[in-house]
């Protein structure tokens, strides 16, 4: 089945936007009566008919709704350091997308080699993944925020910090309470300076480790996206 994604959709009837026309007629070349599949990014999910199948504005009919579609118990919130390849950040995205995240933080921090990123590229990577894994929320993609500014941000859950000091840390699976709000941080290349490590403790993380190995940024955010997903299932 085809799905859209229709981040306005509000009634009975919908019209897809002219790139979303286009691919539904001209490219899958589906026709009235076809059915197809709508997610709005926001909790849910819709069976739909084609009852104009115009290219540029192809309309719609909602035979079916599903509201909270795959909705699950706890809310996951990475904040991380974009990486200075930027392809790894985005595969990051993708990947932690289509494994469950609801909301991701991008980093500025004391070892930061990657200053700028593009959200209007990193939003369409998620929607992308969004529609590969047939998730109905869209993880939140919030602007690049400095280090010392985000720390200071409430939270209602457990906060982590990852980091690679040699000190004793507790694994991410032994800190983590099922069913629990989670806001992991993940630092750069260089990996997070003691200021910032010292700084996130005064501000109630808890230190923890991803595993013996030392990862690169973007595999430590996958390695904590899929380590609290399955310690949900």
Known sequence: MHLFYTPDI????YTLNEIESK??????????????????????FYKAKIIDPNPKK??????????????????????????????????????????GIDEVTPLLCDHSERKGIKNERLEKIIISAVKQSIKAYK???????????????NFDGTKFIAHCEENEKQS???NYKTGSNSLILIGPEGDFSPEEINLAKKYDFLETNLGDSRL??????????????????
Do not use: M
């Open 58 to 99: 192809c309309k719609i009919e909602i035979t079916k709704t599903i509201h909270e579609f795959g909705k699950r118990n706890h809310y996951l919130h990475i904040a991380i350091a974009p990486t200075k390849n930027i392809d790894r950040f985005e595969w990051f995205l993708e990947k932690a997308t289509e494994i």
């Open 216 to 233: 690169r940024t973007e595999t430590a955010g996958i390695i904590a996206c899929h380590t609290i997903n399955l310690l949900n299932e």
């Open 10 to 13: 509000s009634e009975e009837t």
């Open 172 to 174: 991410l699976k032994a």
């Open 139 to 153: 993880p939140k993609l919030n602007p690049l925020t400095k280090y010392g500014d985000f720390i200071k941000q």
């Open 23 to 44: 691919h539904c007629i001209k490219v899958l070349r589906l026709n009235t009566n076809d059915q197809i599949e709508l997610i709005d990014g926001k909790g849910s």
